[in-house]
Every structure is written in structure tokens, then in C-alpha cells.
């Protein structure tokens, strides 16, 4: 199939598709991303080079060697990094523009407690073996897509704070965003958390303001404890309340981490802690919800898996994770152009799935996004 970036009859319907949803011109003026029209006269022109090489058509000088070859500007490579470099804040502001646009026609969340999950994926350099770039979402089950999206470096942690909350959601995280000061932030915006813990990950205290011990609990319970416990917070004088909700593995399962742990403690030379081991049995979760039963408190943790498919969807399909770029500003350009593309594919395919063969429209077509659709860098 060919891309539309590169051809042009395609090209002038997708721009047309793009226009008619964001405002090129006024958003390439608040951001100042064609100062100079030199070359490049157009923001049309400077829009389809991001997409060009975003969509991976390969080098730099590549991309500028194909820009001239179909008549779009006679630019140099480094010329082209430059003019990307400085349109990062435009790519990003049109992304915005295209999510918000198509999420105003989507129905709310799930009844009247919308769900949200969170979670971070890691975007590494060429050559590196860490992690360079960090991607964190907020994904909205209901309409599987991401609705927020915020870029940092690997420094940016994991947190519930980075985005705003909802009055009356429910945000789901893993073991990474198990901070008080994110607690407190769902809390304070009106919402409640689920949150994945370790058995190490913050200091209890019990209903008389003693220590509790949690593997005493754990035993005591036999297969589901389910009691309110009392977080100490090093940054606050008052603990926080929250509810200590913990479920038996199977033993294949609980078998499995075990498994997992006496092998990375292999490698590093290590032995594994007896209360790692212990705890692997063990699904525990902390949440600020009271009345909720135990049983749907897990089985809506468990939906946190979809998020995690997103990211995999959204790598997979527009290939996040083949960053070229070794400059961080001409990196940030390349993954807004990225998102750019995954949200022009999922708006494509939604009009798709809107007309189905019959030829009738259907009003209460699914929402399906081969690639989720973030929203804010």
C-alpha cells in the first residue's frame, strides 16, 4: 500500500482531512515553526516533510533527496534537521488538535465512573540499551484510546500527578505509581485509585496506629484480605487511609514469579528475599475505593492489560520504537509526527468501520483504533 505522504493525489486528501479538523497556519504562527520561508513557503510543505520522515522513509538526506525529486523544496539534510528541530511544538500542538477533535464525538466512560489507566512506555535512541525517552498515557478503556499523553526524558518518573483528574474516576496504575503525593492528587481531584503494590513499597499502620505487618495479614487471611490500613507519608504529618486488598495466585501462577525472581537474583549474583518470594503468591492492591467488593476491585485491575496492548498496538503498527534521531529535538519531532500518523490512521479507520458493506451507516458502530491515540506531549 502506498503511503500518502509520498504520493501526491493522496497527499492532497489527507492535508484536506487535516485542515479541515486543525488550524495549520495559525497554530505554525503561535509556535513560530516556519519563521523563515525560505525554500520552504509553505506549512503544507514543511507538514508533509515531518510525516515523510516520521512515516520512515529513511535518512535525513534521504527525505530531502525525495523532497526535491518531487518538487516540494531543495534543501540540504541539515537544512531539513533544522526545519524539523523547530517544529516540534507545532507537531505536537496538531496532535492535540486531531485527538480532540475526534474525542468530542466519542461516547463518556464506562457508566458514571470512567475508567482511566496508566502506565509509561520507553523509547530508546539508536545504539542505546537504556531508556532515553519516556512516554506516559493515561488510556480510556470505554473508547480504547490514549487520552493523554505526556513526553519527558528518562528522569520523568512515573506518577499519577503529571495529568489532571477527572471528578469521579477510577485511575488504574501499576506498582511504579504507588507515591503518596499521587495518591493524595487523585484523591484531591475527586477520583479513586487502584494501585499494584509491593510488599516493601511504603510502611502500614494498622486501625490503633500500630505497625502492621503485612505477611502476618497475609497468612491470617487464607486466600483474600481485605482490611483498611494506614500509609505512612514521610512529606505529610497525617497518614493516608487506604483500603489493603490482596488475593492468592494459583500456584502455577505464584510458582511462575518465583521463578522469574530466583533467576534475575541469579544474574546479579544474588539471593532472593524470602519476603520476595512469599509475596509473589500474591496479588496486592491498595485503592482508595469503599464500596466496591473485593472480587470487582481485582477483576478491574485486571483490565489494566489493555493499556499495555495500546503501547505494544502503537509500536507495532507505526513503528515507535525505531527512533532514528539521536537529537533530542529532532527526536521530539519525529514521535509527534508518529502520533500524528497513528491518529490520522485511527480516524481513517473509524470512517471505514462507520459505512460497512450494506452501505447504511451504522450509528452504533464499535469504536476501534488500530493505533490509540494519545494526546498531549
Known amino acids: 500500500m502506498k503511503d500518502p505522504c509520498f504520493e501526491s493525489e493522496s497527499w492532497g486528501e489527507l492535508y484536506a482531512t487535516l485542515t479541515a479538523a486543525v488550524d495549520l497556519e495559525g497554530l505554525a504562527a503561535d509556535t513560530k515553526a516556519l519563521r523563515r520561508r525560505r525554500r520552504l513557503r509553505e506549512v503544507q510543505e514543511l507538514l508533509r516533510l515531518a510525516l515523510a520522515y516520521g512515516a520512515g522513509l529513511g535518512s535525513l538526506r534521504t527525505t530531502a533527496a525525495w523532497a526535491a525529486r518531487v518538487g516540494i523544496a531543495e534543501l540540504s539534510d541539515v537544512a531539513l534537521m533544522k526545519r524539523l528541530c523547530g517544529a516540534g511544538d507545532w507537531l505536537v500542538a496538531i496532535f492535540g488538535r486531531l485527538l480532540r477533535a475526534r474525542s468530542g464525538a466519542l461516547p463518556p466512560g464506562i457508566g458514571s465512573r470512567p475508567l482511566r489507566l496508566v502506565d509509561a512506555s520507553c523509547i530508546s535512541k539508536p545504539g542505546s540499551v537504556g531508556t532515553d525517552w519516556r512516554l506516559h498515557a493515561v488510556f480510556d478503556p470505554a473508547r480504547q484510546c490514549f487520552s493523554e499523553l505526556e513526553l519527558t526524558d528518562a528522569k520523568g518518573g512515573e506518577c499519577f500527578d503529571r495529568f489532571a483528574v477527572l471528578p469521579g474516576e477510577i485511575r488504574i496504575g501499576d506498582r511504579g505509581y504507588i507515591g503518596c503525593a499521587g495518591l493524595r492528587h487523585v484523591v484531591g481531584g475527586g477520583g479513586d485509585f487502584i494501585i499494584r503494590a509491593g510488599w516493601n513499597a511504603f510502611r502500614l499502620r494498622g486501625p490503633n496506629g500500630a505497625r502492621f505487618d503485612l505477611f502476618a495479614g497475609l497468612r491470617r487471611a487464607g486466600n483474600q484480605l481485605d482490611q483498611w490500613v494506614w500509609i505512612e507519608d514521610p ?38 528475599d524470602a519476603r520476595s518470594l512469599e509475596a509473589a503468591g500474591w496479588i496486592i492492591l491498595v485503592t482508595s475505593l469503599d464500596d466496591v467488593p473485593a472480587n470487582d476491585i481485582l477483576a478491574l485491575y485486571r483490565l489494566r492489560w489493555q493499556i499495555e496492548l495500546a503501547f505494544k498496538r502503537l509500536k507495532s503498527l507505526a513503528h515507535l520504537d525505531q527512533l532514528p534521531a539521536r537529537k533530542p529535538a529532532l527526536a521530539r519531532s519525529w514521535i509527534a509526527a508518529k502520533l500524528i500518523i497513528a491518529a490520522l490512521i485511527g480516524l481513517t479507520i473509524q470512517e471505514f468501520l462507520e459505512f460497512p458493506p450494506s452501505g447504511r451507516r451504522n450509528a452504533k458502530a464499535p469504536t476501534l483504533d488500530l493505533a490509540p491515540l494519545p494526546a498531549r506531549l
Open 235 to 272: 512529606r505529610h504529618h497525617a497518614a493516608l487511609k487506604v483500603r489493603l486488598v490482596a488475593a492468592r495466585k494459583s500456584p502455577a501462577a505464584a510458582e511462575q514469579e518465583r521463578r522469574r525472581l530466583r533467576q534475575n537474583a541469579k544474574r546479579k549474583g544474588k539471593t532472593p
